[in-house]
């Protein structure tokens, strides 16, 4: 069983920036996809970025120019740095990894913008 999981989450200010972390409990690579999803009270879950085992990366509208999707295949880590975080950014964060046959999901983790 996969184990995915989150941190670094926290209240931040309009502005601020927070680095979330997710740490798989096997070869990162071993994944076709990973992603960060979020989903805010009252809303669906929605993709927030993604990164392939060939380390191609892809962002929501939303958050395109201010996250960054990177990787530490040593530490089987993923991270989702996010600046010029806004209000509308809040939301619990999931991880995701993908692969044909199963699909793995971390805990969450709160992010909050607010002054």
């Known amino acids: 069983q996969v184990q995915l999981v989150e941190s670094g989450g926290g209240l931040v200010q309009p502005g601020g920036s927070l680095r979330l972390s997710c740490a798989a409990s096997?070869?990162?690579?071993?994944?076709?996809?990973m992603g960060w999803y979020r989903q805010a009270p009252g809303k669906e879950r929605e993709l927030v970025a993604t990164i392939t085992s060939g380390g191609s990366t892809n962002y929501a509208d939303s958050v395109k120019g201010r996250f960054t999707f990177s990787r530490d295949k040593a530490k089987n880590t993923v991270y989702l740095q996010m600046n010029s975080l806004k209000p509308e950014d809040t939301a619990v964060y999931y991880c995701n990894a993908y692969t044909f046959i199963a699909d793995y999901w971390g805990q969450g983790t709160q992010v909050t913008v607010s002054s």
């Open positions: 096997r070869s990162i690579l071993s994944f076709n996809t």
